[in-house]
């Protein structure tokens, strides 16, 4: 079973002694580049029963039309399948991409409960306190 996924827009793993299927963006893409790591940070959501899904944003950026339709029709409601209940973003402190963020939790809060912190021993932290 494959649990990484590289690329130069983004990486994506899951980190067993911690539960978190782990997706952090690199920088802008769309399309297959983003629908991919997308899809397998799903599948890892599967794999791997009562994972938590952790996404770094920092880099974030602006998505297309098409990829925010894609996530919200398709990539959503598929991981709403999966046993994850949690879902934690990793933002700056000021988002460039506040608009962005809060439209993703907004769609994220249908399916999971969403937090939102500045770094990945944060996000253990909280994900440690809601379990």
Not at 4 to 11: A, G, L, M, N
Not at 53 to 76: H, P, S, T, Y
Not at 94 to 103: M, S, Y
Request: glycine share 2%; with cysteine; charged share 30%.
């Amino acid at each position: 079973m494959d649990s990484i996924y590289d690329s130069e827009f983004c990486h994506v793993e899951y980190i067993k002694h911690d539960n978190v299927v782990f997706l952090t963006w690199k920088k802008f893409c769309c399309f297959d580049d983003y629908r991919a790591p997308a899809l397998f940070a799903s599948k890892l959501l599967y794999e791997n029963p009562g994972s938590h899904f952790v996404i770094d944003a920092r880099n974030g950026f602006e998505d297309e039309k098409e990829d925010v339709a894609w996530g919200f029709q398709v990539l959503l409601p598929d991981m709403a399948q999966s046993s994850c209940k949690t879902c934690v973003f990793i933002l700056n402190e000021v988002p460039t991409i506040e608009d962005e963020i809060d439209l993703w939790s907004a769609e994220f809060q249908k399916y999971f409960q969403v937090e939102k912190v500045r770094s990945y021993d944060e996000a253990i932290d909280v994900l440690a306190r809601n379990n």
